[in-house]
């Protein structure tokens, strides 16, 4: 039996239907029932029903985005990195192997292959490097799991929820048994207020970045493989392989949906600051060599956005 923290969640929900779909027995727990932030709850709860593995969806996001973790810090410290350390105890002391989802957040920027050398750059909008982006040149590579966070509170600036995903991962290192997923901006063909298409359709003004991004179904399918095949306990970035510009899937939803509005983008980033956002906020390109190797299997960036699109289900 596998345990499910955080399932009333968007990523969680996704994780409660496929593991349906996988016909795996599991149970769904939210705190209101048991509290299993506490310590001793979660350590009575799982000794009592013994699962074989756990998911911990729980998080603290903030809503409706990341702004709204400045003003409540003790509550996304505890949610993102109190609670997987208590995790990581509890299932230590029982022997369970676990998976906790991270955040590809934690980094800014891509690297950059120059002149044989391997380089960090933190702002992708650099005309120079948004137009390598652009043409989706080979010199842009992503961040792999050896890579420190940039985006931390090691590492500032950070927004506050960030930093608290990082400290979350060096919260649980090196206690038991666990797979540390990367979750980057969620997205599918459902119409929903956390779903990124729909943001997209949904701001004034668009802000223009480059991202990696991944599609909810595939991410939580991908996730579960690692634990079915078995793959080594650890980090692994959880991302539909590539990256896309904002512009870029700007234009596809015209392309596939032509919504009736017309969309304008955010002039740079000081007016998108000054507007429409309080915290800096990441954007990044992520590397999913590690998740391939290990023999996932999940589809590229085109395909899966491309799939949404086609498939779109208004709310
Ligand atoms: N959505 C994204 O854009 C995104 C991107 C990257 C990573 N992630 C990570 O993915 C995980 C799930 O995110 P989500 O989008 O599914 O979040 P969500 O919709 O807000 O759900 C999170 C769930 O966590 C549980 N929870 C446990 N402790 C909590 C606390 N202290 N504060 C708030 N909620 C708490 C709640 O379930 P109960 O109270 O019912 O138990 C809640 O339903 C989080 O770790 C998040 O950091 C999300």
Redesign the pocket.
């Known amino acids: 039996m596998i345990l499910l ?8 929900e996704a994780f409660a239907t496929e593991l349906q779909r996988r016909k795996k027995e599991f149970i769904p ?4 029932q048991v509290d ?2 506490r310590f001793d709850v979660l350590l009575e709860f799982l000794r009592a029903k013994k699962p074989s593995f756990v998911v ?6 903030g ?1 409706p985005n990341v702004d709204a973790c400045e003003l409540d810090k003790a ?1 996304t410290l ?3 990195t109190l ?1 997987p350390q208590t995790l990581a105890h509890a299932c230590a002391a029982e022997g369970i192997p676990w998976g906790h ?5 934690i980094f800014s920027g891509a690297k950059i292959l120059e002149h044989g050398k391997v380089r960090v750059e933190k702002n992708m909008n650099r005309p120079e490097l948004h137009a390598l982006a652009e043409k989706k040149s080979p010199a842009i590579l992503g961040f792999d799991e050896t890579d420190t966070p940039n985006f931390s509170f090691r590492d500032q600036p950070c927004s506050f ?1 960030s930093g608290t ?1 990082a400290l979350g991962e060096e919260a649980l290192a090196n206690i038991g048994q666990s797979y540390v997923w990367r ?4 997205f599918d063909e459902f119409d929903n207020q ?1 779903n990124y298409l729909s943001k997209v359709q949904r701001y004034s003004k668009v802000y223009e970045n480059v991202n990696s991004i991944s599609h909810r179904a595939d991410f939580v399918k991908a996730c579960l493989d690692t634990w079915e095949l078995r793959a080594p306990f650890g980090i692994y970035n959880v991302t539909n392989p590539g990256y896309v510009t904002t512009r870029h899937v700007v234009e596809q939803i015209e392309k596939f949906l032509k919504p009736p509005r017309k969309f304008e983008f955010w002039a740079d980033d000081a007016e998108f600051y000054k507007v429409a956002a309080k915290t800096p906020r990441s954007n990044c390109v992520m590397d999913v060599s590690k998740l391939l190797a290990a023999g996932v299997k999940i589809r590229g960036v085109e395909e899966a956005l491309e799939d949404s699109l086609k498939n779109w289900k208004p709310e």
């Open positions: 923290l955080g399932a009333s969640g968007y990523i969680g727990l939210a705190r209101q299993y932030s911990n969806a729980a998080g603290y996001t809503k509550g505890v949610g993102n609670l989802i991270s955040s590809g957040c929820y995903k979750l980057r901006i969620p956390r």
